[in-house]
């Protein structure tokens, strides 16, 4: 994901300023980063349980905190 998001000025010609992009630019990127692939992991979620592939945010927390699917979901 990292790697895409600088393309968002160049796709949207855009120009966000020098010190903006200083500022807020690493928060932002970390926060995209962090919904991107954390909605990913779980809408894999149900063909990865079916392929017991057990990579995914999803079964770590569950498994961590000894809880439900749902209750990790959510």
Known sequence: VYTVLPLIELAEQINIPEDIMEEYLLEFNLCANRIISWSNDIKSCPKEFEQKFKNN??????????????????
């Open 57 to 74: 945010l999803i079964f770590v927390i569950k498994r961590h905190f000894n809880c439900s699917l749902d209750e990790a979901i959510k």
